[in-house]
């Protein structure tokens, strides 16, 4: 079963932490429901949202699908960013052996990175 502590999340913070600073991104780390360590991308230098490629309609935000990264953003730096984002979240002792076919769902812990927020649209800075 998934699980996050407020220790886990210590221990990941410096190595996500020098990756948003790399990229010049800011952005808080959060616990959600014991099972999901969350990053909330607030505001940076990379257009993340321009990088979706094309797009039914204007958006302020969006919700990254860490297991399509490389196949829906079309910017290399975003690309860069995001994988380097989610190696960092994992941490070295991120394991995952789920198996969907049999409905079993076994990992360290879930990542779910935000950029933006439907209430606070993501900033970008020059």
Known sequence: MA???Q??????APQIK???KKYGMKGSIA?????SLVVNI???????LGALGASEYER???????????????????????????EA????NFFCHDDSMTDYFHRSHYIDINV?????PYILEA
């Open 3 to 5: 699980y996050v502590s």
């Open 7 to 12: 220790e886990m999340k210590k221990e990941l």
């Open 18 to 20: 020098a990756v948003l």
């Open 31 to 35: 616990v959600r429901h014991h099972m």
């Open 42 to 48: 607030k505001s940076g230098k990379l257009d993340i």
């Open 60 to 86: 302020d935000y969006v919700q990254v699908n860490p297991y399509w990264i490389e196949e829906n953003y079309d910017n290399p730096e975003v690309v860069a960013f995001l994988s380097e984002l989610k």
């Open 89 to 92: 979240m994992e941490g070295p």
């Open 116 to 120: 933006g927020q439907f209430n606070k």
